[in-house]
């Protein structure tokens, strides 16, 4: 099983960038991250210190999310967001560099929530010009934009996969891009109470990037009720061959005591 550590909310008793060298001590060869930095374009010396903190760990980047703002403080991403279009397409240049040094192709938009005083249907449009313009710039370096339905955030609106594949098949129809899939977050998916065994039977195959957690609580693997494994199986078996992102929540002691067991098993 090919699994890529999320730095962003897996080993944070650690520094941030030290975290990739934790996740390659524990025995990963890959990491992902949510955005990394404070600002949309950070300057150039921290992207430096990140890439090298990457590099220096051994380890693969395989994801890395657009900017979406304060995400402690409740934001949930840019795409949508009116008046911060600028910023956006700022952004989509310093995360072609990154990808591009660091042989990252998977790169997560997150939506936005819905804003006061501003039409649905006129942040829906912006949003396809956002990600149509993402999909461009991480086209260069044969990137993919990843899309993800987020549970725990009441003005988000893409709960479902469904709700998600609209708006990829919308973009695609209206820009003509063709990298942008579904990131099929088995955790968030489950908790908005979407049919997940029926999205994996019919988008498997198509899916950009799978991501897991347990239920209730976000946790490790086995602390909850979710039968993640097959679902990653089933995912498998119907052509899904990308990395599977551990993206919980557990303290760094147990945090991948889960899969020490699995290793053992088999």
């Known amino acids: 099983m090919t699994y890529t550590v999320n730095c962003s909310i897996l080993l944070t008793e650690l520094p ?5 060298a934790a996740a390659k001590a524990a025995g990963f060869d890959a990491v992902e991250f949510w955005w990394p930095f404070a600002s949309s374009v950070p300057a150039d010396s921290d992207i430096t210190t990140f890439e090298n903190a990457i590099r220096d760990a051994g380890v693969q980047l395989t994801g890395l999310n657009f900017n979406a703002g304060n995400m402690p403080g409740g934001d949930r991403g840019l795409v949508a967001w009116t008046g911060r279009e600028s910023e956006f397409k700022d952004n989509i240049d310093v995360v072609v560099g990154i990808g591009e040094r660091l042989g990252c192709k998977a790169f997560n938009a997150l939506y936005g929530n819905r804003q006061e005083g501003i039409t649905a249907e006129e942040q829906d449009e912006l949003a396809v010009k956002n990600l149509a313009a993402a999909a461009e710039g991480v ?3 044969g990137g993919t934009v990843l899309l993800e339905p987020v549970s ?21 129809a209206e820009a003509g891009v063709g990298n942008i899939k579904l990131l099929a977050d088995f955790y968030h998916l489950s908790v908005n109470g979407d049919d997940v065994e029926a999205v994996i039977e019919n988008h498997a195959k198509d899916f950009g990037h799978i ?13 909850g009720t979710l039968p993640l494994g097959e ?7 119907l052509g899904y061959e990308g990395y599977i992102g551990l993206e919980y929540k ?13 290793r053992v098993a088999q």
Not at 16 to 20: T, V
């Open 16 to 20: 941030l960038l030290e975290r990739p």
């Open 139 to 141: 086209a260069r370096i």
């Open 152 to 172: 725990g955030a009441p003005k988000y609106p893409l709960l479902t996969a469904d709700d998600a594949l609209k708006v990829i098949s919308r973009v695609k």
């Open 211 to 223: 991501q897991i957690a347990d239920n209730p609580g976000r946790g490790a693997p086995g602390t």
């Open 231 to 237: 679902w990653i199986a089933r995912s498998r078996e």
């Open 250 to 262: 557990e303290p760094q002691e147990t945090a991948f005591s889960w899969a020490i067991r699995q």
